[in-house]
């Protein structure tokens, strides 16, 4: 199974993206999926996760900017992201942990200007 990141783009400070992760084909025994970021110069963190149940998580810097949700009849997992901030700006991959092995997409870039 692989993941397929997209959505990524340039938008001006206050503007929108969806991104979306689509997965080849069914992930048996999920745990939870999320969306990370690696900003130029920093180190890979986390953005949001949804768990198996539904329940989501966000680092403080994008709550209530960004939501994560996900299609299971679709096999895909999406991050909407608004009200966009230059600080927004990075390398935004999906991930997939499942009881057996990780599973990462490629990263879809977001630039932000102000």
């Known amino acids: 199974v692989q993941l397929q990141a997209s959505g990524g783009g340039l938008v001006q400070a206050g503007g929108s993206l969806r991104l979306s992760c689509a997965a080849s084909?069914?992930?048996?025994?999920?745990?939870?999926s999320g969306w990370y970021r690696r900003a130029p110069g920093k180190q890979r963190e986390l953005v949001a996760v949804?768990?198996?149940?539904?329940?989501?998580n966000y680092r403080d810097s994008v709550k209530g900017r960004f939501t994560i949700s996900r299609d299971n009849a679709k096999n895909t997992m999406y991050l909407q992201m608004n009200s966009l901030k230059p600080e927004d700006t990075a390398v935004y991959y999906c991930?997939?942990?499942?009881?057996?092995?990780?599973?990462w997409g490629q990263g879809t870039l977001v630039t932000v200007s102000s």
């Open positions: 949804i768990t198996e149940g539904s329940g989501t």
């Open positions: 084909g069914s992930i048996f025994g999920i745990r939870a």
């Open positions: 991930g997939v942990e499942s009881i057996l092995r990780n599973y």
